[in-house]
């Protein structure tokens, strides 16, 4: 670990000292850390709680020992349970990815098969919005609660920069 910061100061004033005595801007700084800059000056103004994984990666980044009140304890608990929670997502996530794929074939089906429309297409259409709602609830990073993208080669979340996976 590196250099101690004073436990007087904030921990979005610690971040903010340790940067500049690094010589880095904000975007830089963001940069090495892989996350977005918005959250760098969120961390930095006080203006988030940064889950204590980022904090890991920004004192890695700047060299530095933060003073936050978390134990290691805390952090690999904390970490195991949202990453318990992704795995769950990700299951739903991939329920809904076959539900669509099932609701398109199904509809091809009954296009061709000439039952008329109006018998078909109300039900059709309430189970493809159902699967959308549900993605939109459920596909959403267990840190920072944004929607997530791609669901196959996620890796980390570029907004918070939580691990999914080590
Ligand atoms: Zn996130």
Redesign the pocket.
């Known amino acids: 670990m590196g250099k101690k910061m004073d436990h007087q100061l904030t921990l979005g004033e610690q971040v903010k000292i340790a940067r500049k005595l690094k010589k880095l801007s904000q975007v830089e700084f963001a940069d090495k850390c892989n996350l977005n800059i918005r959250t760098i000056q969120r961390i930095e103004n006080n203006e988030v709680k940064p889950r204590l994984f980022t904090l890991r990666i920004i004192e890695e980044v700047l060299d530095i020992e933060l003073f936050t009140k978390f134990d290691d304890d805390t952090e690999s608990e904390e970490l195991q349970k949202l990453r318990n929670v992704f795995e769950k997502r990700k299951q739903t996530r991939m329920f809904t990815f076959i539900a669509a794929i099932f609701l398109l074939v199904t509809t091809l089906f009954l296009i061709l098969s000439g039952i008329p429309k109006h018998i078909w297409a109300p039900f059709i259409y309430l189970l493809f919005f159902a699967d959308f709602i549900v993605i939109g609830i459920s596909w959403r990073?267990p840190?920072?609660n944004?929607l997530l993208g791609d669901v196959f080669n996620i890796k980390y979340?570029s907004?918070?920069g939580?691990k999914f996976y080590d």
């Open positions: 990073c840190g920072c944004c979340c907004k918070c939580l």
